[in-house]
């Protein structure tokens, strides 16, 4: 039997690179609290993304958790069910009440014709989701927020290296995190960022990943810890010497895809959108059982049989989990039910080869015939 072929496989660079980076640090004994290598890559990414602020995490999750503490944030938080839990639980870790907004059908981002109405005197901020490296509506929510005077924190841990009109997909809102775990197109192993326009932001959020310490005496904050080591740093400043040549193998195999797949009735594929250089995170696939005659369901298990791993993404939806559905059991959100209920990402990463994408591709085409 083929060897498994996965929906996705870490980017890591040549071991002689890593193990040489890493050498130092048996000398130095520094191996967190802003040593050497944090500082290095956190200056090297702000010069990679062409932004003022960063501030580095553990992981994204942490990321946006301690993103939306630090702007003591209240009462209801609009954002999408059609996301990793992760969003949510880091509304609801902070004491906020998300309230969901439906996708729309075209990038399966926010809906924003759907926003406004959702607005109350309770709302505090909006919390949107660049799903599958998608970039939502940035110019509709941002024209929101100023209206209502809300605050903006984009979810953007699908879109490193994406640019929107020759910016980082990263540099928008008041904020945006992103997450560099093993699975995403670049990795530090586990780690994240949150990326802000506000200096002062920066502070509260050095403190909060820190204790809340600001001395060896003060500690004026609630705070975690969410801070990021030398060796995940060492491995994210050695993945970001290999990024572009990653998209572009990544690109080939998501064209591939594209080619084979394209203008079949009953699979859809998402558009490629006006003004972004994508990274190619992943390769979502709509079956429209209505058309095809054959569930999403039923081309996972076939996949599965011959050893090929796709994912439901995101599926349940948030709304439907169980530590959300009573509480939302109410909750009219048909498109993204649907596309929840019908989509499947196909594997993809850099090292993926052609051949293995076409025996993909024939194994669904012919479940269609």
Not at 12 to 23: A, D, F, L, N, Q
Not at 161 to 173: L, P, T
């Amino acid at each position: 039997m083929d060897d498994k072929i996965l929906v996705t496989r870490s980017s890591m660079p040549p071991y002689e690179e890593y193990t040489e980076m890493i050498k130092p640090l048996w000398e130095s004994a520094w191996l967190t609290n802003n040593g050497t290598y944090h500082q290095e890559f956190e200056k090297q990414l702000k010069e990679y993304m062409k932004v003022q602020n960063l501030s580095l995490m553990t992981n994204g999750h942490m990321a946006l958790e301690l993103a939306i503490q630090a702007m003591h944030l209240s009462g209801e938080v609009i954002t999408t069910p059609f996301t990793f839990v992760s969003t949510v639980h880091a509304i609801v870790r902070n004491g906020l009440t998300p309230v969901f907004c439906d996708i729309s059908m075209d990038n399966y981002t926010m809906d924003v014709e759907k926003i406004e109405e959702l607005i109350t005197e309770s709302t505090s901020a909006i919390v949107p989701v660049h799903s599958f490296g998608q970039v939502c509506n940035i110019e509709a929510i941002d024209a929101l927020a100023k209206k209502y005077g809300l605050k903006v924190i984009y979810d953007a841990a699908h879109t490193f290296g994406e640019r929107y009109y020759e910016k980082s997909v990263a540099s928008y809102g008041d904020a945006s995190i992103l997450s560099f775990h093993a699975t995403k197109v670049f990795n530090t192993i586990e780690g994240g960022a949150v990326i802000y326009k506000e200096e002062e932001y920066g502070n509260l959020l050095y403190g909060l990943k820190n204790f809340g310490i600001r001395s060896e005496e003060i500690i004026d904050e609630i705070g975690s810890n969410a801070k990021l080591d030398e060796f995940r740093a060492a491995m994210g400043i050695c993945n970001l010497l290999h990024i572009e040549d990653e998209i572009e193998k990544r690109k080939k195999v998501a064209e591939h895809y594209r080619m084979l797949l394209q203008d079949i009735d009953g699979i859809k594929l998402l558009k490629v959108q006006a003004g972004v250089k994508e990274n190619y995170a992943y390769f979502p696939v709509l079956f429209q059982e209505e058309k095809l005659g054959i569930t999403r369901d039923l081309v996972y298990e076939r996949l599965k049989d011959c050893n090929i791993y796709a994912r439901k993404y995101f599926y349940p939806s948030v709304h439907k989990t169980e530590c959300y559905k009573e509480k939302y059991e109410n909750c009219k959100l048909p498109v993204t039910e649907y596309v929840s209920n019908h989509i499947l990402t196909l594997p993809i990463y850099a090292d993926l080869a052609l051949e293995q994408v076409s025996r993909i591709c024939k194994i669904i085409l012919d479940m269609i015939k």
